[in-house]
């Protein structure tokens, strides 16, 4: 990507992720059911060692914590230390089996070599410049015989929970400063994998998960859009008021087509790989 800042891109991200991290939070009840489901592709197993990247709240680094036993360790890295801190502070009573929080960029990895069992990502990967990198640092960091569970979301017409929101921002705002990879750009699976092949993985398993989403109005689905991209997030906090109300007017006019019932529906496409090294 031409004139791409990637450390700039990484600053806005944190930026972005810090701020929304505690209503990330409370909307990721909604993914709940997807999270779970990667989860049980991952199968995590009594003592293992699992490292979930771009934890973001920790929820998925909590379900996996339940499964291995006291005898196993989860350790929860992100590069927003406000979203690690959202999910200990929700997480302190529960006391999974150990559970290590980390603030690190996935791409370059404060971890030995061959130290984890499992890595899970969870619509993680897609927010990194350089993905390949990322995964060369898992490979790194796994066992020989270790494995990685993530998810993406789909190509950008199947993802309506998404698509919708930025097609209102192309439209109205000029192109961002900081030029974004596309979040859909693994969504196809022969894509997805050949990234995970070209990182060295061996048998990869990649299935559709659909993610279903219901919004009482327009304004909840902007508000739920805003909840989940940090990045956007960041960026549309700095418009003037009146610019970031005219987004969400064009939010509702796109949205008809979701329309349902007294509210709006989107279903979503998400793909859930299995790699091993
Ligand atoms: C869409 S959220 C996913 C969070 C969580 N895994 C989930 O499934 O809800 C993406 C996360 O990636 C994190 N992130 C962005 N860039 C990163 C990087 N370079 N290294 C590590 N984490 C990063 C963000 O801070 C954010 O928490």
Same mark, same amino acid.
């Given at each position: 990507?031409?004139?791409?800042?990637?450390?700039?891109?990484?600053?806005?991200?944190?930026?972005?992720?810090?701020?929304?991290?505690?209503?990330?939070?409370?909307?990721?009840?909604?993914?709940?059911?997807?999270?779970?489901?990667?989860?049980?592709?991952?199968?995590?197993?009594?003592?293992?060692?699992?490292?979930?990247?771009?934890?973001?709240?920790?929820?998925?680094?909590?379900?996996?914590?339940?499964?291995?036993?006291?005898?196993?360790?989860?350790?929860?890295?992100?590069?927003?230390?406000?979203?690690?801190?959202?999910?200990?502070?929700?997480?302190?009573?529960?006391?999974?089996?150990?559970?290590?929080?980390?603030?690190?960029?996935?791409?370059?990895?404060?971890?030995?070599?061959?130290?984890?069992?499992?890595?899970?990502?969870?619509?993680?990967?897609?927010?990194?410049?350089?993905?390949?990198?990322?995964?060369?640092?898992?490979?790194?960091?796994?066992?020989?015989?270790?494995?990685?569970?993530?998810?993406?979301?789909?190509?950008?017409?199947?993802?309506?929970?998404?698509?919708?929101?930025?097609?209102?921002?192309?439209?109205?705002?000029?192109?961002?400063?900081?030029?974004?990879?596309?979040?859909?750009?693994?969504?196809?699976?022969?894509?997805?994998?050949?990234?995970?092949?070209?990182?060295?993985?061996?048998?990869?398993?990649?299935?559709?998960?659909?993610?279903? =989403?219901?919004?009482?109005?327009?304004?909840?689905?902007?508000?739920?859009?805003?909840?989940?991209?940090?990045?956007?997030?960041?960026?549309?906090?700095?418009?003037?008021?009146?610019?970031?109300?005219?987004?969400?007017?064009?939010?509702?006019?796109?949205?008809?087509? =979701?329309?349902?019932?007294?509210?709006?529906?989107?279903?979503?496409?998400?793909?859930?790989?299995?790699?091993?090294?």
């Amino acid at each position: 990507m031409s004139g791409f800042d990637s450390e700039r891109f990484k600053a806005n991200e944190r930026a972005g992720f810090n701020r929304i991290a505690g209503r990330y939070l409370a909307g990721a009840a909604a993914r709940q059911a997807l999270q779970q489901a990667l989860v049980e592709l991952a199968a995590p197993a009594p003592g293992e060692r699992i490292l979930d990247l771009a934890s973001g709240p920790c929820l998925l680094a909590a379900d996996a914590a339940a499964r291995i036993g006291d005898g196993g360790l989860v350790v929860a890295s992100d590069i927003a230390e406000a979203m690690l801190a959202c999910g200990r502070d929700a997480l302190a009573h529960e006391a999974p089996a150990p559970m290590v929080y980390c603030a690190a960029d996935a791409e370059t990895l404060p971890f030995a070599d061959d130290c984890f069992d499992l890595v899970t990502i969870g619509l993680g990967l897609f927010i990194l410049p350089d993905p390949s990198a990322a995964l060369a640092e898992v490979r790194r960091v796994l066992v020989a015989d270790g494995r990685v569970a993530l998810s993406v979301w789909g190509p950008a017409d199947t993802v309506p929970l998404i698509s919708h929101a930025q097609a209102c921002i192309a439209r109205l705002l000029p192109p961002p400063r900081v030029p974004r990879p596309s979040v859909f750009r693994f969504g196809e699976a022969p894509v997805l994998a050949r990234l995970l092949g070209d990182a060295g993985f061996g048998t990869t398993d990649i299935t559709d998960y659909r993610l279903d =989403c219901r919004f009482a109005d327009a304004g909840d689905y902007w508000q739920a859009f805003l909840d989940l991209a940090g990045g956007a997030a960041e960026a549309i906090a700095r418009l003037p008021e009146a610019v970031g109300r005219e987004l969400a007017d064009e939010v509702a006019r796109d949205l008809q087509p =979701c329309r349902d019932g007294d509210g709006y529906a989107t279903s979503n496409r998400v793909l859930l790989a299995l790699a091993h090294k």
